[in-house]
């Protein structure tokens, strides 16, 4: 039994079976994430396309975890089966009217008809999961962005699947391959400029460890829109030409595929031929180019609101108790300062916030002595504590930058436990991003 793969942009994969239709981590609009990122190349999809029995949503990552995209699926068709590791996503899904929501999580299959799908585990610190999609005659691995760990690993996965899938003893027949070395924050956190090599390298010694008869670069039609393009320099190391020369090196019998939205892939019988699918039009080329050299100054486009720079002042003063409990594990004989510099159309404003053994106060203007800083667009800011935006938003869309230089001496220099954007000890990352959703489902009236 043959399986389809069709390239929707991106992440986003139509899969088709003897019995069965699946579509991953649906993208339908050609801007996401706020108007951040948008998809390369640009493409136009016949909405057949998407109706498929199942959607499969690997993690919560926006740019796989699409609210609009679902809301739209939802109405299209919401007697779908939805499926995620996710309980945040299964919530989401659940209120935009899709009627069967399930929970599938690392470890554990799922059989659809002939076909049965495994979700592999993933070590990065997220719900998340890449799926191989077992039948007879077919076997495919979308590693989507789980980090498959160990690559010596894979082949005792892969030696456990086999008692029930023989085929997989010959490696796979086709991977959507996790590859490219992410950059995205390297440049707004202070770490940019040096070739990630220890990381591709271990992208393709598991490329090498699966064995596969064919590969395409996965997850990897995406870009940065305006203004926000400068970040495609520094957060995308490797293009898919050098990728799939690099497999051709270490994997010589491999065919490799190019992701471009179109792209059929039919896998039967063991072998994995190819054609364009003509419902995917694909329009403008990828135009990303890997020059890690400037970073432009911080400016934020958006013109001031009169009342903003009262509300943060505020805001500051009401939450920044909640740094002493987490500063007694700093042990700093010193005070530590920790800078906030908001970036106005009109310009800067700066607060401290000194943390000693045994209070937290906050004062204005430019300290030097700073441990940590964090110099942000007031837009963003705003836009965070009124949850129109997540962290993401803001950090990957360049209106964010960071520097972390906190230490103790300590029988040597010991770096103080603190985030990199101190500004998450009193709005973490995750909690802000859940809310974000929970006020994005609201705005829809769900």
């Known amino acids: 039994m043959s399986q389809i793969w069709t390239a929707l942009g991106h992440a986003m994969w139509r899969v088709e079976a003897k019995d069965a239709t699946l579509l991953f981590d649906p993208i339908l609009s050609e801007t996401y994430h706020d108007g951040v990122f948008r998809v390369v190349p640009e493409r136009t999809l016949d909405p057949a396309l998407t109706r498929t029995g199942v959607i499969a949503i690997s993690h919560r990552h926006p740019d796989h975890f699409d609210v609009e995209s679902l809301s739209r699926l939802a109405q299209q068709d919401s007697e ?6 996710d309980p945040l996503v299964l919530s989401a899904c659940r209120r935009l009217g899709f009627r069967w929501v399930r929970e599938w999580a690392p470890g554990t299959s799922l059989s659809l008809g002939h ?3 495994v979700a592999t585990p993933s070590k990065a610190p997220v719900k998340e999961w890449g799926a191989i999609l077992l039948s007879p005659g077919a076997t495919a691995w979308n590693m989507v962005d789980a980090d498959a760990g160990d690559p010596a690993g894979i082949p005792v996965l892969f030696a456990e699947l086999s008692q ?7 490696g796979l027949d086709l991977l959507i391959a996790r590859w490219q070395p992410l950059q ?3 440049a707004v956190i202070g770490s940019a ?3 990630p090599r220890a990381m591709y390298a271990r992208e393709l ?3 090498v460890a699966c064995r596969p008869k064919a590969v395409v670069p996965g997850a990897s039609g995406t870009g940065y829109a305006d203004p926000h393009c400068w970040l495609s320099r520094h957060a995308y190391p490797v293009a898919e030409s050098r990728f799939l020369r690099d497999v051709s090196d270490l994997v010589p019998s491999a065919q490799r595929f190019p992701l471009e939205p179109g792209l059929k892939l039919v896998i039967s019988d063991g072998t994995v031929s190819s054609e364009r699918d003509p419902r995917v039009q694909v329009g403008s080329r990828d135009p990303r180019t890997y020059a890690p050299f400037e970073i432009p100054p911080l400016q934020d486009p958006v013109d001031e609101d009169p009342s903003w720079e009262g509300r943060i002042e505020a805001w500051l003063e009401s939450v920044v108790p909640q740094i002493h409990p987490t500063a007694a594990r700093w042990k700093s004989p010193h005070p530590v300062i920790l800078s906030l510099c908001v970036v106005f159309s009109s310009g800067v404003r700066e ?3 000194e943390v000693t053994a045994g209070n937290v106060r906050v004062s204005r203007g430019e300290r030097t002595d700073w441990d940590a800083r964090v110099e942000i667009a007031a837009s963003g800011l705003v836009r965070i504590l009124d949850r129109i935006s997540p962290w993401g938003r803001v950090l990957l869309s360049g209106q964010l930058r960071a520097s972390n230089r906190a230490y103790r001496i300590d029988g040597g220099l010991q ?3 603190i985030p990199a954007i101190w500004l998450y000890l009193i709005l973490p990352y995750e909690r802000v991003f859940e809310e974000w959703v929970e006020a994005e489902l609201r705005r829809r009236g769900v």
């Open 164 to 170: 029930t899938a023989p085929q997989l003893r010959e």
């Open 205 to 207: 010694e598991r490329v």
């Open 115 to 117: 076909l049965t799908l």
């Open 184 to 186: 995205q924050v390297a």
């Open 80 to 85: 779908r089966l939805v499926v995620s590791p």
């Open 415 to 417: 770096p103080l436990p």
């Open 351 to 353: 607060w401290n916030v």
């Open 193 to 195: 400029g040096g070739f």
